[in-house]
């Protein structure tokens, strides 16, 4: 009787445990329930955020690019137009003033030049989105997006590129790699209505680059009162383009002199080639006078020291704390002088003497020493007559 028992109550805790275990696994087999309810509930959200990811997929270029057909852009180039044929000089209106309306148009080409840039980028993202069909590694290989357009707008659905003259648009090194590209690629020819999209594309890119240089030629043209500190330093068109890029004389000021340094900087496309005579993170400071006079041993440091006086001066234009361009000049100074300083060879070295062994020292230092008997010489003993050649006795006239 006692076995039975003792099998009936293992029999019997054996079950309670098993379904102890089932009701933690019914526990557990609700979560994942949530989890696919979960998932549903953001895959709707996905389903329904879809059309306007769609929307977002433009196949009509007005409607990426808008900016030619605001009133703005067209107001401002056409106050841009009127002053470069009028070729008014700021500087018979003394300085310049916040209130000075060349002034703001000054301020606005230099915000319509950022703007500009962008609308750039946009159409050059359209550009590569229809052309990918054709040449997908076209974009891998030319990076610039005006480069990009004109190479683009030159190829066309051209299926051999020795057929095609791109002397003049790339590099020849870099004309090389994409003639071979485009004999092993695996794109298809575009259709009629999508190449005219695409060259309607790069015309107006271009275009749209036409007008941010005759932006920057009006205000490089007023730089030198503008800004003239910066322009003292970096010249009147890389000011210029320092301000265009940045967004203004304000913004350019506020910015940090490792951001100054990369404006304007390209990503350059090596293709394979050595980097060893390639500039890196060098932008529109590489066209100064002083980083050309520099040696290339010393451009990197140049680069830098240009950058940090460049923000000094713009900080001194944006309060106009120095219309002479005194400032920009002191500045420009003590560059030159600085390069200068770096550029001097170095001391030459000064003949240094031998150490002396201490053999040699102790045997000076013992011929040159004082004996006793060289203490005793000179001295008289006292309470005795000293002898005197005189004789014995000696007397002393007065």
């Not at 575009?190 to 005759?214: G, V």
Request: charge should be negative.
């Amino acid at each position: 009787e006692l076995i039975i028992l003792s099998v009936f109550h293992t029999q019997a805790s054996l079950a309670d445990s098993f379904l102890a275990d089932l009701d933690e696994l019914s526990d557990n087999e609700a979560h994942p329930d949530d989890e696919d309810l979960d998932a549903a509930a953001m895959e709707e959200d996905v389903e329904g955020d879809m059309p306007d990811i769609e929307t977002l997929n433009y196949d009509d270029l007005d409607s990426v690019s808008k900016l030619q057909k605001t009133q703005r852009y067209n107001d401002i180039m056409q106050k841009v137009d009127d002053a470069l044929e009028k070729g008014t000089d700021i500087s018979s209106h003394g300085i310049v003033l916040e209130d000075d309306p060349e002034y703001q148009l000054i301020v606005d080409c230099n915000a319509l030049s950022v703007d500009i840039e962008n609308e750039i980028i946009i159409i050059h993202n359209f550009i590569r989105d229809k052309y990918r069909l054709k040449f997908p590694e076209l974009e891998s290989l030319v990076h610039h997006p005006i480069d990009y357009a004109r190479v683009v707008k030159k190829i066309g659905n051209e299926v051999d590129l020795t057929l095609v003259d791109l002397d003049g648009l790339l590099p020849s090194a870099i004309i090389m790699v994409v003639s071979v590209t485009a004999s092993t690629t695996s794109g298809k020819p575009l259709s009629e209505e999508s190449l005219q999209k695409t060259i309607d594309a790069c015309d107006r890119a271009l275009a749209l680059d036409l007008a941010k240089k005759k932006v920057l030629d009006f205000v490089e043209s007023r730089m030198g009162y503008i800004a003239p500190n910066l322009s003292a330093i970096a010249g009147t068109a890389v000011a210029a383009k320092l301000m265009g890029t940045a967004g203004g004389l304000s913004a350019l000021a506020k910015m940090p002199a490792c951001n100054v340094q990369l404006l304007g900087s390209k990503k350059k496309t090596l293709a394979g080639f050595s980097t060893a005579a390639s500039q890196f993170r060098v932008g529109y400071l590489e066209q100064t006078e002083i980083f050309q006079s520099t040696p290339p041993s010393l451009r990197t440091r140049a680069c830098r020291l240009l950058a940090a006086k460049s923000t000094l001066a713009a900080r001194v234009d944006s309060i106009r704390g120095d219309p002479t361009g005194k400032t920009g000049r002191n500045l420009r100074e003590e560059i030159r002088k600085k390069i200068e300083k770096w550029q001097e060879p170095p001391p030459a070295k000064q003949p240094k003497p031998l150490p002396l062994s201490a053999l040699f020292c102790m045997f000076i230092f013992d011929r040159y020493a004082v004996t006793d008997m060289r203490k005793l010489a000179n001295r008289m003993q006292f309470g005795v007559p000293e002898e005197s050649s005189l004789g014995e006795y000696a007397f002393i006239y007065v």
